[in-house]
């Protein structure tokens, strides 16, 4: 079993941002001879889940990876729920949504679907997201424990990655507060220049949170006057979300449909 668990984590080294890496990188990653790290990269390659340019000799991820992580969406309730509630957003504004969770310290857009007015913000599908410059990633941590959200916030570094980016402890913590509090968060080129992103949470059993719904707007087409509107109609569908994930209640929005404007893109800037 050992040799499994050095396989593993061979094949996690995969999920960085390089798209290839070379037997003397992954050598050095993770202190193996050469010869043990050829052994089990042919291993993989073999059976599809990595692949080797001849040329260059590097390997990068196969079709069998591929294949097995979308079959982890296609398995998982809540994205196969999630779905028809993306598309309905993506309708009703025309910007693109995104539906993201939280593994151990990583944050990871697990589905999307793409508006008329999509601008590549380099987080796609399957990719991290840095966790303090997304309206996802902070509605994710708003959803630890305050001891929880401590602790992460002590071990991770807090990387500016635009000038818009948030690297203030201190300030960051107010603002997961404030999350916390009003079930919702709002970026603005803190991950991307030109990209408004909001989020809301999505509940669970428990009612913890279990996921962030986002969208995730051009910022020549956001109009401020226009965040309520948009945030309410991520409430109300995170809402339909959580109670389809087993959760008790909704804490954030308001449940009767009655008293919320109806939007639709003709009330948008679009």
Do not use: C
């Amino acid at each position: 079993m050992k040799t499994l668990d050095t396989a593993l984590k061979l094949l996690k080294l995969f999920e960085t941002e390089e798209q290839t890496l070379s037997v003397t990188e992954i050598s050095e990653a993770t202190a193996l001879p050469k010869s043990k790290v050829s052994r089990l990269l042919a291993d993989f390659r073999a059976n599809g889940f990595l692949e080797q340019d001849e040329q260059t000799r590097r390997y990068r991820v196969g079709l069998a990876a591929f294949e097995l992580g979308s079959n982890y969406v296609k398995s998982q309730p809540l994205a196969h729920a999630a779905l028809p509630v993306l598309r309905h957003i993506v309708d009703q504004t025309g910007h693109s949504t995104t539906l993201s969770v939280m593994r151990g310290d990583l944050i990871l857009h697990i589905l999307a679907v793409e508006g008329p007015h999509y601008i590549d913000g380099r987080w796609r599908v399957g990719n991290r997201l840095p966790f303090h410059a997304t309206s996802a990633g902070k509605v994710l941590l708003a959803g630890l424990t305050p001891a929880g959200l401590d602790a992460f916030i002590t071990s991770h570094k807090l990387e500016p990655i635009t000038p818009s980016t948030v690297t203030d402890p201190a300030v960051f913590r107010r603002q997961i507060d404030e999350i916390r509090a009003q079930g919702a968060s709002i970026t603005r080129g803190e991950s991307a220049p030109g990209l408004v992103a909001i989020a809301v949470p999505v509940l669970g059993r428990s009612n913890e949170t279990v996921a962030a719904l986002g969208l995730i707007i051009p910022d020549r087409f956001f109009a401020e006057d226009q965040t309520d509107d948009l945030i309410a109609l991520l409430h109300e569908e995170a809402r339909t979300l959580s109670i389809k994930s087993g959760a008790a209640d909704y804490p954030y929005g308001t449940a009767d449909k009655s008293s919320k404007p109806a939007l639709t893109r003709s009330t948008l800037k679009v």
